[in-house]
Antibody, heavy 115, light 110 residues
Framework: EVQLVESGGGLVQPGGSLRLSCAAS????????MHWVRQAPGKGLVWVSR????????SYADSVKGRFTISRDNAKNTLYLQMNSLRAEDTAVYYC????????WGQGTLVTVSS | QSALTQPASVSGSPGQSITISCTGT?????????VSWYQHHPGKAPKLMIY???TRPSGVSNRFSGSKSGNTASLTISGLQAEDEAEYYC??????????FGTGTTVTVL
């Protein structure tokens, strides 16, 4: 059974940093593209970033480019999202998702940016 | 990277068919076959319902079907059931090698 479990969310002040993790199991993690998608309170899904299977290709939404960095450790079956210079508008539930298309999703982790 | 445009809400009675539209541009839906649809119940993980415009993943009911014409994709749910009540999102690959989601549609079963 495919499982994606996000962690690392929490409360952070504006300008602060946070690193999210996504532990994957039940599929060949090292063969799949991976994504981060977020959903602000009361809003829709918004794609954030993606990374290819070996980590050599990444892309980002304009709203996070230069502030967020996606990475992966295939030996640990784990996806990461390093979030710097956080803003109030980054407050959201962050989901990791696997594959092209995004065929499996985690339950999400809540990030709250507030003073 | 503007969101794809979906109607805010669509409703239907049990057994009826409904269609959700998803309008993009020539740089996303109009250019690629990589259009997918997701069902999202509050508090749960989103679920892939359709990919590559019209392909259903294993385990998804054949009551769900997808299509595309020009810059607009559509999801049709036939034989509407109470369990189909959820938020639905379309998504497409873009010419910037990114991905974009739709604004989301709330489906209500009357």
């Amino acid at each position: 059974e495919v499982q994606l479990v996000e962690s690392g969310g929490g409360l952070v002040q504006p300008g602060g940093s946070l690193r999210l993790s996504c532990a994957a199991s039940g599929f060949t993690f090292s063969s799949d593209w991976m994504h981060w998608v977020r959903q602000a309170p009361g809003k829709g899904l918004v794609w954030v970033s993606r990374i290819n299977s070996d980590g050599s290709m990444t892309s980002y939404a304009d709203s996070v480019k230069g502030r967020f960095t996606i990475s992966r450790d295939n030996a640990k079956n784990t996806l990461y999202l390093q979030m710097n210079s956080l803003r109030a508008e980054d407050t959201a539930v962050y989901y990791c998702a696997s594959g092209l298309p995004l065929d499996y999703w985690g339950q999400g982790t809540l990030v709250t940016v507030s003073s | 990277q503007s969101a794809l445009t979906q109607p805010a809400s669509v409703s239907g009675s049990p057994g009826q068919s409904i269609t959700i539209s998803c309008t993009g541009t020539s740089g996303d839906i109009g250019r690629y076959k990589f259009v997918s649809w997701y069902q999202h119940h509050p508090g749960k993980a989103p679920k892939l319902m359709i990919y590559d415009v019209s392909t259903r993943p294993s385990g998804v009911s054949n009551r769900f079907s997808g299509s595309k014409s020009g810059n607009t994709a559509s999801l049709t749910i036939s034989g509407l059931q109470a369990e189909d009540e959820a938020e639905y999102y379309c998504s497409s690959h873009t010419s910037s090698s990114t991905r974009v989601f739709g604004t989301g549609t709330t489906v209500t079963v009357l």
